[in-house]
């Protein structure tokens, strides 16, 4: 939705709402003839997010071992867009008091962050804890505490234990007792003051990017198996890490205890095209379905199990190469989830596309849609990257649909917000921000999709995976060149905090064109 210029659009100021949607893949705008005055429940979460490999830095520091990012981008220093690493990053580890006053600036009621498996335990396996670890992670999420900050804690964000990388990471059916392992030592050691855990961040992109192709370490590029392996064992390991949350933990501890899905939204390229919007359905089975369904229904949708089955056999395999869940592990994973959580940051337009395009055998080419961007969708930041807020909304509504309801859950956002080149004067970001929100209102009040939260992505500007330092997410500017890592609140943070103060989205608060902004200097 752009444009929104000459509108007066303050969400609070007018009733009687009415709302065209966008007709799919073309670029007519939404068209508003009155805002509603939805607000944000009181109740709601607003929070912000970070992961430990993104800002922590020290990557060497008090006996921490190593992860399996830190050994790919040391063996290989070009990989990101500007050779960079991880190495320093934020040196949260050093500025994590800072980072909690900035959180606490922004009024936000949760942190959402992540622990760095090899710092706690340094080769992986539960048989040495490190004392560091322990102790930076008790001090960081104490200091939280203290602040009236609730944390809400990710056990896995990508930064595997090098060792067990070496032992074939999460294509190895080992790790899920690994898993498990290491999930018991974290909620023993901080169970009496996390709350709200998240055992896996965004299994789709680790497993598809990082096993699947080169586009992430460990860049194994093993497509058509790697993935499909990865995504097996990382969803027996979350339900085994549920169990024993509930079976031990959940009764003295009395927290909640979920997983972190993402999804783009796949609108059919063409709305009226049977094959378009089967291609759309396919793509959301294939990268979403394949983890929510068995977490919420209990095993692989059956449109995934047979395509993968059916493709296999095509291709000689004399077995799918798709594993199968036991009963026994069926059982295990069905509901084995608090609550939805859902990152989310762009659309894309879907058709069928035919196998030369893909690599064989791969999940892009089981899928076997081709992806691409509407011309009128803005890309701030990066390729992949552009902005169609009306996505979020169907989304939502597809969510709540096929996992939410039936399973009397909630969907907490957990991570929303957009990449730019930098800049302390983010309009696109304000934009942004009060379009998804806005979307996230229309969902919760008029579709009636039960979102309990919702988390910024990020606090501030961090190493971000295969881009480096080069594009920016951050509500905070970091200056990478001052030791200090000197942190400043961009525009986007000052309305971060008025949409928390107000909740509500003042759509001409921070607009370039408001009189209000002309005399708000930074
Ligand atoms: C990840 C973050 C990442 C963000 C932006 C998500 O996929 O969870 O770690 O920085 O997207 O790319």
Redesign the pocket.
């Known amino acids: 939705m752009r444009g929104k210029s000459g509108v007066a659009l303050s969400v609070a100021a007018l009733a009687c709402f009415s709302f065209l949607s966008t007709v799919a893949g073309t670029s007519e705008p939404l068209m508003y003839t009155g805002l509603s005055n939805y607000t944000f429940p009181d109740d709601f979460i607003f929070g912000v997010a970070t992961?430990a490999y993104?800002v922590e830095g020290a990557w060497n520091v008090g006996g921490k071992g190593e992860s399996m990012w830190d050994t790919y981008l040391h063996k290989h220093p070009n990989y990101t867009a500007d050779g960079s690493n991880a190495d320093i990053a934020t040196d949260s580890y050093h500025n994590y008091k800072e980072d909690v006053k900035m959180i606490q600036y922004l009024g936000s009621s949760h942190y959402r962050l992540s622990l760095s498996w090899p710092r706690i335990l340094p080769k992986g396996t539960d048989n040495y804890i490190s004392e560091d670890g322990k102790r930076y992670y008790r001090n960081l999420l104490e200091e939280l505490i203290k602040a009236n900050i609730t944390p809400m804690v990710t056990l896995f964000?990508?930064d595997l234990p090098n060792p067990l990388m070496d032992l074939g990471g999460w294509t190895n059916p080992k790790m899920v007792d690994y898993f498990e392992d290491y999930a018991r030592v974290v909620f023993e050691l901080y169970g009496d003051i996390v709350k709200v855990w998240t055992t896996m961040?965004?299994p789709h992109?680790h497993c598809y990017n990082g096993y699947g192709t080169t586009y992430f370490a460990p860049a194994l590029n093993a497509h058509g198996i790697g993935e499909y392996l990865c995504t097996h064992y990382i969803l027996l390991a979350h339900a085994k890490a549920y169990r024993l949350y509930d079976k031990e933990f959940r009764p003295k501890q009395h927290g909640q205890l979920g997983i972190?899905l993402?999804a783009f939204w796949a609108e059919p390229k063409n709305a009226s095209s049977q094959e378009d919007r089967d291609g759309a359905e396919a793509y959301l089975q294939m990268h979403l379905g394949i983890y929510a369904h068995p977490i919420f229904s209990g095993n692989y949708p059956d449109f995934v199990r047979q395509r993968v089955d059916n493709m296999s056999l095509q291709q000689g395999f004399t077995r799918s190469r798709l594993p199968y869940f036991s009963q026994e592990e069926v059982e295990m994973l069905k509901g084995s989830s608090d609550f939805f959580g859902l990152?989310h940051?762009t659309s894309y337009l879907m058709s069928p596309c035919a196998g030369e395009n893909y690599q064989k055998p791969s999940m892009d080419d089981d899928t076997g849609v081709c992806l691409e961007q509407h011309p009128s969708w803005t890309k701030p930041g990066?390729d992949w990257?552009s902005v169609y807020p009306e996505g979020f909304r169907k989304l939502l509504n597809f969510v709540n649909n096929n996992y939410v309801q039936k399973n009397n859950i909630s969907i907490i956002v957990t991570?929303n917000?957009l990449?730019d080149h930098g800049g302390l004067k983010d309009y696109e970001r304000i934009a942004y921000y009060k379009k998804y929100l806005y979307q996230l209102l229309l969902a919760k009040n008029l579709d009636n999709v039960n979102i309990q939260g919702y988390v910024a992505?990020?606090l501030m500007d961090?190493f971000?995976?295969s881009?480096g330092y080069k594009?920016k997410?951050g509500l905070f500017h970091v200056d990478f060149n001052s030791p200090e890592r000197t942190r400043t609140p961009k525009l986007s943070a000052k309305l971060y905090k008025e949409i928390v103060r107000t909740r509500q989205i003042d759509f001409d608060y921070l607009s370039p064109e408001s009189s209000r902004y002309q005399s708000n200097k930074l």
């Open positions: 992961s993104q964000h990508w961040n965004e992109q972190t993402d990152n940051y990066a990257f991570e917000g990449c992505w990020t961090v971000e995976w881009d594009t997410f």
